[in-house]
């Protein structure tokens, strides 16, 4: 009997994120703001390429830098002079839409063309709760091992972006940057997936494109 108590709670509580999820979207729309849900690992680059982008796109930005303590990757952005908010999550391993929602009194919405969600670092825990981004990209780096798509299926599953990041050091680190593609692709394949070097500049321009084009096409 706990157990099926559990899974009705669970249940209500996915409900209740998407209503707040859609919610969220509708808020976006109403601005003309096109938003990101950015998930990856710890170490995977999302902060490093955020700072990249930020420097890099025409579009006017925003920044929710999510974390367990989020002012360390906060003030990282804020230094480019982009409007930022910092969500911390306490003992939570990803946000939800709940969370999201307060932030969205502190960014100038109206003002900003392009959203990105910094979600926790974790390959698991923010698959389940939608934040009401239009599109999500996920970033993984050659250093967590070429079997990494393999082990957490279902973050790929559901992602319209995948970056593959770091792969000028895939033969350092003994990984196929080639079969993390093709691992992405048989599980979904109209995931957009890029390998991406910050270091050398590799695939940051089909990042960008990518994301414009995604831009273009929801019409915001």
């Known amino acids: 009997m706990h157990k ?10 996915m409900v209740a994120n998407k209503k707040l999820a859609k919610r969220n979207q509708r808020i976006f729309d109403k ?19 955020l700072e990249t982008l930020v420097q890099k796109m ?7 830098a999510g974390d367990v ?4 990757d906060a003030q990282r952005i804020e230094k480019y002079g982009v409007p930022v908010v910092g969500l911390n999550t306490g003992k939570e391993c990803h946000l939800d839409a709940h969370l999201v929602e307060h932030a969205l009194p502190d960014l100038p ?13 974790n390959l698991i825990c923010p698959v389940d709760f939608d934040l009401g981004s239009h599109i999500r990209m996920v970033v993984i780096s050659v250093s967590e091992g070429d079997d990494t798509v393999e082990k957490h299926p279902l973050i790929f599953k559901d992602a319209d972006m995948v970056v593959i990041n770091k792969v000028d050091i895939a033969d350092a680190v003994g990984a196929d940057q080639d079969k ?19 270091k050398t ?14 831009m273009k096409e929801l019409k915001v």
């Open 4 to 13: 099926v108590a559990d899974i009705e709670i669970q249940h209500d509580i």
């Open 31 to 49: 601005a003309d703001t096109f938003s990101i849900d950015v998930l990856g690992a710890i170490g995977s680059g999302k902060t490093s390429l």
């Open 58 to 64: 025409d579009q006017k930005i925003g920044v929710i």
């Open 69 to 72: 303590i989020s002012k360390f």
């Open 109 to 121: 919405l109206e003002d900003i063309d392009l959203l990105f969600i910094e979600n926790v670092g």
């Open 180 to 198: 993390m593609v093709v691992d992405v692709k048989e599980l979904n394949p109209e995931a957009v997936v890029i390998k991406s070097s910050l």
């Open 201 to 214: 500049g590799q695939g940051l321009d089909e990042i960008i494109n990518t994301i414009e084009k995604f």
